[in-house]
């Protein structure tokens, strides 16, 4: 299967699920933390497979662009889905280089901060998957000085 093979259309999660869940959309293409809502939704009333991405390629893909990694949707993050591999990018906190280093180091505090770690746990069923001891594995861009400062304080930089 090649570009040419396919019509593209650039939607949204929902509109996705919603053509799909009519038969005007064969499959579609989701970049989200799992569960995703409109996903879910579709396993829960129309049915799904999910497929896998994985094999040569994407190890190829993740020697060359660190930013990337291997993930698996588990059986039954979706109702009655079975679990596939898959690849993924971690979410990042990003600021412009012209914010003050107190300014960001002190964000990075607070995001780091247990009341935040709380707030992480009970929301989206990713957020208890960021971690500080993860946090600067798959950068794709630079840190911040201020950030920067905050990790090599927590001797994540050496």
Do not use: C
């Amino acid at each position: 299967m090649t570009e040419k093979d396919i019509l593209a259309e650039y939607l949204k999660p929902q509109q996705s699920a919603d053509k799909f869940k009519d038969g005007a959309l064969d499959a579609f293409f989701s970049v989200a933390g799992w569960p995703e809502g409109a996903i879910a939704e579709l396993a829960a009333t129309t049915g799904i497979d999910l497929v896998p991405i994985d094999g040569p390629e994407i190890e190829s893909l993740i020697k060359r662009y660190s930013f990337f990694s291997s993930e698996e949707i588990p059986d039954g993050a979706y109702k009655n889905v079975a679990g596939v591999k898959t690849v993924s990018v971690n979410a990042i906190w990003a600021t412009t280089t012209k914010q003050p280093d107190a300014l960001i180091y002190a964000i990075t505090a607070a995001l780091w901060n247990a009341n935040t770690r709380k707030l992480l746990d009970s929301g989206h069923a990713k957020g208890r998957a960021i971690r500080l001891e993860t946090a600067l594995q798959g950068l794709g861009i630079p840190l911040h000085a201020g950030a920067e400062k905050y990790y090599r304080e927590r001797d994540l930089i050496k």
